[in-house]
DNA sequence: AAGAAATAGTCAATCAAGTTGACTATAATA
DNA sequence: TATTATAGTCAACTTGATTGACTATTTCTT
């Protein structure tokens, strides 16, 4: 077994270098495609907004932040044409939030670029060692989050 | 080769999730040693003052944000008693930003902490495992900065 | 050596993304 | 039915950043 040369950084730092590559490759290319106005915070929001819609609780308690926070990221993604507020079937009281057209747009344009990175990746390192990488990094969050995956999506300092 | 589960998660997603579950726990730790004033902003800036110190500028180029940040963040740091500004040997104009006894013995905590989280995640995956994973998440930072580790140690978004 | 340009740091104002607290309207419960 | 809980918004504040303006030095160009 070959070791090639590894740097000195440790763990903690690698991971936080290696996200922060991907999120700023992720962005820029979403940028290129026209959607500059989207920021990190709001892809993790977007995401959430399945084909159902969401409520605003229901986001905050994916995102891990205040339904006030919610209601102002919300308020900035209908200005930008991401999502519209909808009445809520059932609660007169509650609101869905939609994905428009654009916002589709958006989704899956984010799809696409995490997947054609996830691709790259497999090109560099080979499919096995991928692999190998997701179900370690999988095992790891699990251990830190006493045995089962976070249901909050976002990093939380 | 046997292949676990593994979550339906995309690999930035984990990179996020495991990058927030090792900061969160160092932070959480330090907070019980008495280092709660110390947030995961403020642990980059320390790491970059070595020995000899460093200048503002060296630490805004280090963090890659602007020196009037820094000034702030020394400023909160210098307050909290773990760090100290001390004239540059040279220039008049500059300052040279010094570590104080506590400033010490909160790097020395942090580095205790990191290399505990490395041991455990090696009595869970194993220390080739843990070597694999290191060298393919330093080969992909390289990557996508251009053949070298970025200069900037902290997640930009 | 003198004058011009660059640099290190700070101050002030602003922004972005979050927070807490107060409030309205509706829904659920006793 | 009266009370309590819930969904969402408004307003004020906090934190960590930004840009722009300024002072004091240093370095570069004649």
Same mark, same amino acid.
């Given at each position: 077994?070959? +070791?090639?040369?590894?740097? $000195? ?17 992720? +962005?820029?290319?979403?940028? /290129? ?38 209601? *102002? ?5 209908? &200005? ?18 939609? #994905? ?10 984010? $799809?696409?670029?995490?997947? $054609? ?5 497999? *090109? ?8 190998? #990488? &997701? /179900? ?6 699990? $251990?830190?989050?006493?045995? *089962? #995956? ?8």
């Amino acid at each position: 077994m070959t +070791h090639e040369v590894v740097s $000195e950084l440790n763990l903690t730092s690698l991971l936080s270098l290696s996200f922060s590559s991907s999120i700023n490759e992720l +962005h820029e290319r979403l940028s /290129e495609l026209g959607f500059g106005d989207i920021r990190p915070v709001h892809g993790y929001m977007l995401k959430c907004i399945t084909l159902n819609g969401a409520t605003g609780i229901e986001l905050a308690e994916f995102l891990g932040i205040t339904k006030q926070a919610v209601s *102002k990221m919300v308020d900035y993604l209908e &200005k930008s044409g991401y999502v519209m507020r909808d009445n809520h079937p059932t609660d007169k009281r509650g609101k869905m939030i939609i #994905l428009t057209e654009r916002g589709w747009l958006a989704v899956r344009a984010k $799809e696409k670029i995490l997947h $054609e990175i996830e691709e790259r990746w497999i *090109k560099n390192i080979g499919a096995e060692r991928l692999q190998m #990488l &997701k /179900e370690d990094l999988t095992k790891l969050v699990i $251990e830190a989050n006493e045995g *089962k #995956l976070p249901t909050t999506v976002r990093p939380v300092w």
